[in-house]
């Protein structure tokens, strides 16, 4: 089928099987900031905003996007101007491989457009389905919290 | 297996009066949040009906009941129904993750049903009903929408509703880590006067048949006076429990049974005991 995806503000339009889902779609056409991890929806290095919800887009077929708006994490922030998340995971030494961190910035930024000030158990909850293999949480968890106060202080 | 079927025709109706020709037509099945077909074969799946443009994501109070849109996805229910200690929010709050929650839809969770559905216990407990439209329309208890094929085939779930009663409930969920599937879960729903125990609805999921309304448990609590020390009740609840659990996840069936009575136990006492308990 055809269809035209709307990605971090770009309008894209494309052929696609019934069946793709949408993490294949989104990396074919290059956007391999999405990162392939588990694609059962465990690990959360697929995940992106599907008008503006967070979800794995492992999990996701594509033709459902149809005509909605996708953000994946480069739709946050660059490497020139990045995103006051991004800053915060840098600045907290919460990235070390890197591979979960787009996904963990992702479902930071669903948190605090939903909670700009969340308690320690919020931020658990909400980034229940991002799994990292190398930092233990703990760093993640700051930089949420650093994140929540500097976007706060900005607001 | 999905990468290696043949393409999928897509329909996005955008009235409810579509659905049945739709439905009708060969190995065309509904799609709401998807992940539910996605962990399936569907190798049988010849088309997906997107339901995302009929209006099957709204919250309503009507009279005494709660009417839920069969799209809603379990983050928009719990958010919706804003009770934190209703049994169906606690439930919906710990299933899975919350990208998931946040695609799976409850008409498709519970046409799907597996054993460890969140969804479906306190759904039961609460004597929900369906709107149908397709194949079979009108209304049907849950029970009945799970028991009898015909009103599942080529059939849309439009709402799901239940009566806005005040309960003394706990809902408890079995697993290793909080993102696991349960390998059980336990819905306990209690009315009681200061005196006695008005009703009780007990449900088991995750068990042979894949649930269970535990209704020899439930016949001994209900009409019972509150006794001082709880535990004589309970030993006669407990007693008459009737419950087979498949081993899984690394727990045996025996373990996963003793689980069981312990948790009915546990939430039973604190029903029992507690005027001030979770009353949703």
Request: charged content about 25%.
């Amino acid at each position: 089928m055809k269809g035209m995806l709307h990605i971090n503000g770009s309008q894209l339009h494309i052929f696609l099987r019934g069946d793709e889902r949408l993490l294949d779609t989104l990396r074919d056409l290059g956007f391999t900031e999405v990162k392939e991890g588990c694609r059962e929806g465990a690990c959360g290095s697929c995940l992106i905003l599907l008008d503006g919800i967070l979800v794995n887009s492992c999990q996701v077929l594509a033709a459902s996007a149809v005509g909605r708006e996708i953000t994946t994490v480069k739709g946050l922030g660059t490497y020139h101007q990045p995103h006051p998340i991004q800053e915060a995971f840098v600045e907290t030494g919460a990235v070390q491989c890197g591979f979960c961190t787009p996904g963990m910035v992702l479902a930071t930024f669903a948190l605090l457009k939903n909670h700009p000030r969340p308690t320690e158990e919020q931020i658990r909850h909400a980034l229940d389905g991002n799994l990292c293999r190398c930092t233990g949480y703990i760093k993640i968890i700051e930089a949420v919290k650093l994140a929540a106060e500097r976007m706060a202080q900005d607001a | 297996v999905v990468d290696a079927v043949a393409d999928v025709e897509w329909y996005f109706p955008n009235e409810l009066a579509d659905v049945p020709d739709i439905l009708s037509r060969e190995g065309v099945i509904p799609h709401s949040g998807g992940t539910g077909i996605l962990w399936g074969n569907m190798t049988r799946i010849r088309g997906l009906m997107d339901v995302s443009h009929l209006d099957l994501k709204s919250f309503r109070k009507k009279d005494d009941e709660i009417v839920l849109g069969a799209a809603l996805s379990y983050s928009e229910a719990a958010e919706a129904l804003v009770k934190p200690d209703h049994p169906l929010v606690q439930s919906l709050k710990s299933a899975a993750t919350e990208p998931l929650r946040n695609r799976i839809s409850l008409g498709g969770s519970i046409s799907m049903f597996p054993y460890w559905s969140d969804l479906m216990g306190p759904l039961l407990a609460l004597d929900a009903r369906l709107s149908l439209v397709g194949g079979a329309k009108g209304e049907c208890s849950l029970t009945d929408y799970i028991e009898i094929r015909k009103l599942r085939q080529n059939t849309l779930i439009t709402s799901i509703h239940w009566s806005d009663t005040p309960w003394q409930c706990s809902y408890y969920r079995h697993t290793r880590t909080p993102t696991d599937r349960p390998a059980f879960s336990l819905t306990v729903l209690l009315q009681k006067t200061s005196k006695r125990v008005e009703t009780a609805r007990l449900v088991v999921v995750g068990c042979k048949g894949r649930y269970r309304k535990l209704t020899e448990v439930e016949q001994i609590l209900q009409g019972a006076e509150l006794p001082q020390d709880p535990s004589s009740l309970l030993d006669k609840a407990t007693e008459r429990l009737e419950l087979e659990i498949p081993a899984r996840m690394g727990f045996s069936a025996e373990y996963l049974k003793a689980c069981v009575i312990i948790e009915l136990r546990r939430a039973l006492e604190a029903a029992l005991e507690s005027n001030t308990g979770r009353v949703s």
